[in-house]
């Protein structure tokens, strides 16, 4: 039992790195539930529009994520090293894809936006869909602007977060979303003189709250160089080592395409919930956003093994890390395990905080009910991949993650959709076993030990 129970120092290195980040992701998803449940003031049709919309921004957010953390398996192991040169050569790499994937996913949502949220709404039951379609649109349309401050946030902070720096992403993070709360008060419902904009006003508050961060952060690393050595000088020139670029690319690709099926994979998913209705579409918008709040403590342990094991495997302590990865595992099945227990307790009093009907909120009380039985499921899974990434093993983890989704959970869900008559509850119940069944498969391949490897050598 002792070998999953680490010192005082080890929690302290742990914590460290956890604190900023399950504090910048809290108040996020805080200010998040607030902004839902804002919107979901204005009715039941305003909330599912935009539910949809960020579903569709979930995607581009998550082929971001992806693109960025190929690179940083490299940027958190040279940095373990000491090479700031090839850590500047990383984060040009990071710019150059980013901005790719930006244009493409402007372009994308600008000329299709209204046939992709169309696929959200079907005439099963009650709602209008004509109203939330256009309230989705209105929506869509404002978030494009703030596509550009977003990748540019994502791809400083997760350089400052791999190189062992996360308060400061932590304090932008925190202004900006009270930047966006605040914005939310005064331009959806129109106080202190502003017009009542509603889901307009919404969006132009996360636009604003995006710049204010991206603002932050640049003027941060301008003033405090000596901090930020890899910084210095990094647009002289855009150019990347070509040996440095293939292996990022070899790495990183199964990443970045791990994460656009699965963020594809997700949406088809919450597509064939949507089939059951509107009710359907506002229930699991209701509930994931509830959810995505208690499990805070599952992101940031996936993000503290890529930090701490990979800073540990590109130093060449194989046997630090194998015991680092281990205790960390331990300790987020406690973190999920009490917030499981803490969200099944809640799931009976947020939904009534919405202004939407009783079917709704019967919905999304049973939809929270059930997230807190997976969680602690989902905790161990996140974990075990975030440790095979951190050991450059994409390929696989691409494999363990997308792949696995479209060809079990997806068809799963696709014949429960369109082939039974089934609700959405145990629609929701049979989807989510058959995803926690990789829980087991990952603690299988983590206790092997394939993904100790070091990548800077």
């Known amino acids: ?9 080890f929690y302290r290195r742990v914590l460290k790195v956890m604190l900023p980040i399950i504090i910048q992701q809290g108040i996020t998803n805080f200010v998040g539930l607030l902004d839902n449940i804002m919107v979901g003031q204005v009715g039941t049709e ?20 992806g693109s960025l953390s190929g690179a940083g398996i490299f940027c958190a192991q040279y940095f373990g090293k000491g090479d700031q040169d090839k850590i500047r050569s990383v984060f040009r790499y990071k710019v150059l894809t980013t901005a790719l994937i930006t244009v493409l996913g402007i372009g994308v949502f600008w000329f299709f936006r209204t046939p992709l949220i169309r696929l959200f709404l079907t005439e099963s039951g009650s709602g209008d869909l004509e ?4 309230y ?9 602007i703030s596509m550009i401050p977003f990748a ?4 400083y902070a997760s350089t400052m977060r791999e190189t062992g720096e996360t308060s400061i992403p932590m304090r932008a993070g925190i202004i900006a979303v009270l930047v966006n709360m605040v914005g939310n008060y005064i331009l959806i419902f129109g106080h202190f003189g502003a017009p009542k904009l509603g889901v307009t006003g919404a969006a132009v508050a996360t636009a604003i709250s995006r710049f204010a961060e991206l603002g932050i952060i640049l003027i941060y690393t301008r003033v405090h160089r000596a901090r930020f050595p890899y910084f210095t000088g990094i647009y002289r020139t855009l150019a990347v080592p070509l040996s440095l670029a293939k292996d990022i690319t070899i790495k990183g690709m199964p990443l970045l395409l791990n994460e656009m099926m699965w963020s594809l994979g997700t949406t088809v998913i919450v597509q064939c919930y949507s089939t059951r209705g509107l009710s359907a579409v506002a229930a699991y918008n209701i509930s994931s956003t509830v959810s995505n709040f208690f499990a805070i403590a599952v992101f940031a342990m996936g993000s503290a093994i890529s930090i701490l094991v990979g800073q540990d495997l590109g130093a060449g302590e194989f046997d630090r890390a194998r015991d680092t990865n281990r205790k960390m595992i331990a300790f987020g099945m406690a973190l999920c395990l009490f ?16 202004n939407t009907t009783d079917e709704v909120r019967s919905l999304a009380n049973h939809l929270l009910w059930l997230d807190a039985l997976f969680l602690t ?3 161990l899974y996140n974990s075990c991949y975030f440790t095979l990434r951190s050991g450059g093993k994409t390929l696989l983890t691409f494999l363990f993650d997308s792949v696995s989704m479209w060809v079990v959970n997806i068809p799963l869900a696709l014949i429960l959709a369109y082939c039974t008559g089934i609700s959405l509850i145990p629609m929701f ?22 993904w100790i490897n070091n990548l800077t050598v």
Do not use: H
């Open 46 to 65: 305003q909330m599912s529009g935009v539910a949809i919309a960020n579903q569709l921004q979930f995607i581009f957010q998550l082929c971001i994520f």
């Open 152 to 155: 540019a946030v994502q791809l």
């Open 339 to 354: 917030a499981a227990l803490l969200l099944a307790a809640a799931a009976p009093f947020f939904p009534r905080i919405y």
């Open 377 to 379: 499921a989902r905790g």
């Open 1 to 9: 039992m002792k070998k999953y129970i680490g010192s005082r120092d």
């Open 136 to 144: 989705g649109t209105e929506y869509m349309m404002i978030m494009l």
């Open 131 to 134: 109203a939330t379609l256009r």
């Open 429 to 450: 119940l049979i989807v989510q076993c058959a995803d926690a069944l990789k829980a087991v498969a990952g603690l299988i391949l983590v206790k092997k030990g394939i």
